[in-house]
Structure formats: C-alpha cells, structure tokens
C-alpha cells in the first residue's frame, strides 16, 4: 500500500503533469482526503444508514413510519437570501414576533446572507434570536455564468471568506455556520458541493425538485447518486460523503408552474390577503396532508414590496400554521439534524441554547477599492480600513 504522502504526489503529477517540484508545494494547498472525487455509485440503504446517510428519495426517515405520515411532525424552513439591512431587519421582526412552536421554542427562520450592503450588527442580532446565519457569498457574482464556471478555488473563497467576515464582524461562532444557497441557484456541478464540503459545511439548499413535488422529496445525503432532477445544472455526480441535500421542493403558481423561490412564481395569486394565504395553504398542504416532508418557503424581503398585501398575508399564514399541533417554525441546520435523528411526534429533545455575544456597534464609511465608491457598513466591535471584499475579507489597507 502506498503512504498517503507518495499518493498525493503520483495524483497531482497525474492530474497536472507538473514537474515533481512543483506538485510538492501545491500539495500543501491540496486536501488529500477529498481528492480524487469518487463517481457516485447507487444507492442503497443497506449501504448509507443514519445519522450522516441517506439515500436520495421519497422514502420516509424512518422505515417505521410507513402508514404513521400523519404522525410524522411538519417542519416548515423560512428563509431569506441576500444582505441584511435595516428595513428588512423590521420586517423579520414583525413576522416571527410571536410565533411559537408546539414544543414552546420560537420560531426561527434561516438567512442565507450575501455580504455587500449587509449590517452585520443586524445578523449578530437574528444570531443573538436564534435564528439561523448561513451563507450566500461575499460578492453575489455578476450572474449564472460566473457561479456555473467557478472552480473549487473560488467557491472556497467566495464561501470562505464570508464564514471569516461573519464571525468577524457579527461575531457568529464557526460552528453554527452550516449552509450554503448558491446565488440564483447556480451550481458548478461537482465544483460547488466539494468546496463546501471542504469548508465543512453541513447542507446546501440550492438545488430545486420539479419532479418531486407531490410526493415531496427529504433532505438526503451526497455519498451515493442521486435520484433528484436536475433542474439548473451541472448537478454533481461526484460521491461527497455526509453533506446533505436539502432540496427545494417547488411550489406551483396558480398556472401551474412550478417555482422554486416564492418570488420567482411567474403567476402568483393578485395582491390580496386572503388569496395569497389560500395559495400558500394550498402549497403547505400538499406536504402536510401528504408525506410531510420539509415544506420550504423561499423568499428575499424584496417580496414585501409587490404588493401592500403580500406582509400581512406571509403572516397570517405563519400564525396560522403555527396553531397546528404537529407544525414547527425551524431552520434549515435543525431540518437535518432531525433527519439524522427521525421521531414521530415531538421531533427535537429541548431548544437550541441562544448564542451570547457581545457587539459594540461601529458604523463605518469605507472605501470599496475596487470602484472607489463609499460604502456604510454597520460591524461588530472595529471598523475595517477599507470596504471588504474578496480577496481581503477583513478589509485591511494591503500596502
Ligand atoms: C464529477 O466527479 C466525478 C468523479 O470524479 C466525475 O466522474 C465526473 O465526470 C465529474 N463531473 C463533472 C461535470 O466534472
Ligand atoms: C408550553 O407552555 C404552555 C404554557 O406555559 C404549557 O401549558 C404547555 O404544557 C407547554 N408545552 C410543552 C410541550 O412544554
Ligand atoms: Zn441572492
């Protein structure tokens, strides 16, 4: 058997056909334990148990609940993606206020937060409620193309290098940084699952199900192929062993197109309360009355803003599924925590402890040293010397 160090050697000789010096200083860069990426095999469930696999499917979480669905409790993810600024900061308030889950732990959402014109005083505080701060990148990219082309390289600092400003500047712990979106869902194929997987990250939910609508799909892990459509590809089809899938099961718009974000329905219902409520409901119940997978509503606050009624009906639905007995306001991180751990009934054991930190707000006006421009930037405890951005996450005068 060859040592691991002459393996690293022979492979990246082989995949780069560099001469033998060469490959030894890249091979400090170079995590050995996630190369070659294997070629996912079938999955089988002999093969991938729980807690860290899970075939890709329609099949419960547990083989013992066939027949029990309605036992089955309902969790619900409210996310929202892009940066956190003061009026959507409201917003979230206004809508989780006073939403409480049957097991008498809050409500929380998940906010996969892109950097630029984020408050990162805001995050600390929706990290300081509870809720869940995962990420989104730090510069959103200037389209499809760019998030389709990227290597593992970039998607590691994009990804990277927010994890670093997140818990700089909002004083969020590495630990409870779990997940990614990819902005406009936009996968590199193998590229985009290895970097997060090497950042140990925990979940993607960035790939959306047509096809598994109705019945829904479960979150699943990458360790075997998957089963899942591929909607905006390249889809990976690399083995990445215990990081999991949290598919974006669609909605349907009252046309009947299917849609994976709640604001990218092409025909939703006309600004009204109680026909966009009825609308989410029908939604919710394909799910509810159906397997009761993890029933996802994804937005950006932008949302608020396409009509006066659109706020007022998101919470009127809240509070009304929240009545339910067997229905829980979560985040995506607990969405997998309880597949690993699958219960009827009652599906966490106590609440998530809420983080303590302390943050001193500073408001800074920093140049963006790419266009010159000022940008205000609310951070946690020091202001940065420049406008942070890829490449220096910390903001530091480089020279
Ligand atoms: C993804 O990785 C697998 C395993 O190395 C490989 O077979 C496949 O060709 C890769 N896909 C792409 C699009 O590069
Ligand atoms: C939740 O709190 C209410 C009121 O304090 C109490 O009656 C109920 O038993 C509690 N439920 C659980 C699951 O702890
Ligand atoms: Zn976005």
Sequence with gaps: MINRVTYRLILLI?????????AEENATAVDVDFLPLKRAVRCTAAKCQLPNCRCSGLRLPSAEFQGREQEIPQLITVTFDDAVNVINYEQYQKLFDGLINPDNCSA????????????????????QQGHEIALHSVTHGTGTDYWREADVELLMAEFGEQIEMLMKFAKVSRKH???????FLQSAGNNSYEAAKRLGLLYDSSWPTQRYRSPAMWPYTLD??????????????????????????????TAGYSCAMIDGCIYPPQDNVDALFEWMLENFNRHYEG????????LHAAWFQRGRHHFDALKKFLH????????????????????????????????????????????????????????????????????????????QTEY
Aim: charged share 15%; aromatic share 12%; hydrophobic share 35%.
């Design 14 to 22: 082989a995949l780069s056909g560099a001469p033998l010096v060469q």
């Design 108 to 127: 929380r959402g998940t906010f996969f937060v892109s950097h630029e014109y984020t408050d990162y005083t805001l995050v600390n505080a929706l990290y």
């Design 177 to 183: 940084i779990r997940g990614l979106r990819l902005p």
């Design 224 to 253: 075997y192929r998957s089963t899942q459509d591929c909607q905006i590809g390249p889809c990976p089809n690399a083995a990445i062993p215990g990081f999991w899938i949290n598919p974006m099961v669609t909605w349907l718009d």
């Design 291 to 298: 397997n009761r997978a993890p029933f996802g509503m994804y």
């Design 320 to 395: 009304y599924v929240n009545t339910l007995p067997d229905v829980y306001l979560t985040t995506a991180s607990r969405v997998i925590h309880y597949m690993k751990h699958p219960s009827l009934g009652k599906p966490f054991n106590g609440c998530p402890k809420k983080p303590q930190t302390t943050c001193i707000k500073r408001s800074c006006g920093l140049r963006k040293v790419e266009t010159g421009e000022i940008r205000y930037m609310n951070v946690c405890d020091s202001c940065p010397s420049v406008y942070p951005w890829l490449g220096n996450p910390f903001g």
